[in-house]
């Protein structure tokens, strides 16, 4: 499959943009490249190849569970516009 500048005109204004008549050209050429790029990687045989949720075998770095500050929750709470119940009170948003 190939865009023509009329398709390629069609897609900016479903995408909202505003190209000059120059630049359809370069957006032509650009996505009919993407889409060829897509067509070969289409063709690549990957039913034996297992997904990857990374390409590197990486180990997280895990740092211990520990807590670093004194809790302010009640100090917090008093200088809170509102509180009731030990939580917040916001306005309300939704009716």
């Known amino acids: 499959m190939s865009l023509d500048s009329t398709e390629v005109a069609r897609i900016a204004r479903l995408a909202r943009l505003l190209l000059e008549e120059a630049e ?3 957006y ?3 996505l009919n490249g993407i889409l060829s790029l ?3 990687m289409e063709a690549v045989e990957t039913r034996a190849v297992e997904p990857l949720a990374h390409p590197l075998d990486l180990k997280a770095r895990l740092r211990p569970d520990e807590v670093t500050e004194e809790n302010q929750k009640d100090r917090l709470l008093s200088i809170a516009p509102a509180g009731e119940h030990g939580h917040y ?5 939704i009716d």
């Open 24 to 26: 359809l050209e370069e």
């Open 38 to 40: 897509v067509r070969r």
């Open 28 to 30: 032509r050429r650009d």
């Open 89 to 93: 009170l916001v306005p309300r948003v």
